[in-house]
């Protein structure tokens, strides 16, 4: 550590890890998109309402809005506190309002597209909004310790454990479990963050004072033309536009491949269990490898697993395609995070670490959406190359990436373990 980050006390410490994995955790559960509902939601859509994979697309792709716009969230809690607190009261708010969500569509007595639609925008609102703020908590906190790759191992290991249970257990809660039931389950989810964030996090009381916002409003404008926060952000956009991937690849495994719910969701654990292994080599190699070699590595090969998908012929090769892929895609995803954190400008990190988030989501949900199309008309293939190409872009990204860590992440050599 650099002689002007004092240590934080190992208690202090302790506790900001418990609230990072709460946080995450919740969100790996709870999450619509990729949670232990994912599944359920995908065969309400698909079986239930009777949508084609174009339609299903779509529709997730309006329900992730509420990620893709976290830029919002971000200005709001860096401007606007609210009953004194910048982080908490914003915290204890979004998350009630995403367990209200899932109650609400749990308690649905039949399901239409519309209302379908509303609840899980606001369930996501919910999530997206705390996401944002835990982000800046991290953030705020990391930068000055150095500690921004080690909080995110933490979180993206949390998630990734819950992503574990959700595979196996929305694959089974979708075969055996009525959706309402399911809905209501994930409804108790989100107050495992309320508690975590009642507990956890400290915060200084502020108020409403023009000078701040003042500050802040420069730290914005200055940061726009901030150009890592533009590398950062073209490298994560083509990093998570893999049009094969998501609705295209599970219609694939149903349609033509014929696998059942509960092996979908048995493999969406084995990926999130690789991820988990993944998270954990960040977390031991972050401090002693460069960024760019971490990057260069990660992209080869997740050129070549992507390509490898052309292999993709029943259940041995699925295994294998989603373990590999899941621990290289969290290793580099976590490069890019490390990166957009340490680029982040003081009083206005939830802002701008929000902004690079819904690069990433936007990246997701416009490749989802593109291969959704994509798909009804051409098939996976053709989209495994698409994927390819875009993640092998990311190689005239790498070289505009500055080599040393910046300003307020201490040099390799003065940190401490």
Same mark, same amino acid.
């Given at each position: ?10 208690? !202090?410490?302790?506790? *900001? ?15 619509? +998109? ?44 860096? $401007? ?6 910048? !982080? ?9 309002? =995403? ?11 039949? $399901?239409?597209?519309?209302?379908? *639609? ?39 290991? =949390?998630?990734?454990?819950? %992503? ?16 309402? !039931?399911?809905?209501? *389950? ?18 200084? !009381? ?39 991937? +998501? ?23 084995? +990926? ?10 960040? +977390? ?81 949900? &416009?490749?989802?959406?593109? &291969? ?12 495994? *190359?698409? %994927? ?30």
């Amino acid at each position: 550590m650099d002689a002007a980050a004092a240590p934080a006390p190992p208690r !202090r410490l302790a506790q *900001l890890s418990l609230f990072f994995a709460a946080i995450y955790f919740v969100q790996g559960i709870a999450e619509p +998109g990729a949670g232990i509902a994912s599944q359920p939601i995908f065969f309400l859509l698909k079986d239930g309402l009777r949508l084609s994979a174009g339609e299903t697309a779509t529709f997730l792709a309006m329900v992730s809005v509420a990620w893709n716009i976290k830029p919002l969230y971000g200005l709001t809690s860096d $401007f606007f506190p609210l009953f004194g607190y910048r !982080r908490k009261s914003y915290l204890l708010l979004t998350t009630a309002l =995403a367990a209200t969500g899932w109650f609400l569509l749990g308690s649905q007595a039949a $399901f239409t597209y519309e209302r379908t *639609l509303v609840i899980l925008v606001v369930c996501g609102l919910g999530l997206a909004f705390s996401d944002v703020l835990c982000d800046a908590v991290m953030v705020e906190t990391g930068k000055p310790l150095g500690m921004t790759g080690r909080f995110q191992a933490i979180q993206w290991g =949390a998630i990734n454990t819950a %992503s574990v249970l959700a595979g196996i257990g929305g694959g089974w809660l979708s075969q055996n479990v009525s959706y309402q !039931r399911t809905f209501l *389950l994930v409804s108790f989810f989100p107050l495992i963050s309320l508690t975590a964030t009642a507990v956890c996090v400290r915060e200084a !009381r502020v108020r409403y004072d023009r000078q701040v916002v003042r500050q802040t409003a420069h730290a914005v404008r200055s940061a726009i033309g901030s150009r890592p926060l533009w590398v950062a952000a073209g490298f994560i956009f083509l990093w998570n536009f893999s049009p094969s991937f +998501g609705v295209p690849l599970e219609y694939h495994l149903v349609d033509k491949l014929g696998f059942s719910k509960i092996f979908l969701g048995t493999l969406d654990s084995l +990926g999130s269990a690789a991820a988990i292994i993944g998270a954990a080599i960040f +977390g031991k190699i972050c401090r002693r490898l460069p960024i760019r070699r971490l990057l260069n590595l990660s992209i080869a090969i997740g050129v070549v697993s992507t390509l490898a998908y052309w292999g993709l012929v029943g259940p041995r090769s699925a295994i294998a395609l989603t373990i590999g892929t899941g621990a290289i895609s969290m290793i580099a995803a976590l490069a890019t995070f490390d990166l957009a954190a340490r680029s982040c400008p003081d009083k206005a990190e939830g802002t701008f670490f929000a902004a690079l988030m819904s690069i990433a989501n936007l990246g997701t949900a &416009g490749s989802a959406f593109v &291969g959704g199309r994509l798909y009804d008309w051409l098939g996976l293939r053709p989209l495994i *190359l698409v %994927s390819a190409l875009t993640t092998a872009a990311c190689w005239l990204i790498v070289p505009l990436i500055r080599k040393d860590p910046g300003p307020d992440v201490p040099a390799p050599e003065s940190r401490q373990r």
